[in-house]
């Protein structure tokens, strides 16, 4: 994984699998502070899960278009995708900065 190094993205995937499914056992809702923490730590896991898939497959995405877009000489697609990578810039900014 491109991003998931730094960030231990499949640690924290593991993790939020674990906690997907301690959450999903009725009894950890006997425990209201245990579930909260679970709750607040599953929200932490899934932004930075969610984050770095979707960085994936967007410069996943972004390669094969910019490689059409050349072919073409399409240079408003190539304007998009540099657009593009710019956010994605900004959302590994913020992962880093959350980190």
Known sequence: MLLGGIFD????????EEVNLELEDSAVWDDPE???ALGKERSALENVVSTIDLLSSGL?????????ANE???EESVA?????LAAYAQKV???EFRR
């Open 9 to 16: 993205y499949d640690n924290k995937k593991e993790r939020l």
């Open 34 to 36: 245990k579930a909260q």
């Open 60 to 68: 996943s995405d972004a390669a094969d278009l910019l490689e059409m």
């Open 72 to 74: 073409e000489g399409d």
């Open 80 to 84: 998009a995708i540099q657009s593009d």
């Open 93 to 95: 900014e913020a992962l």
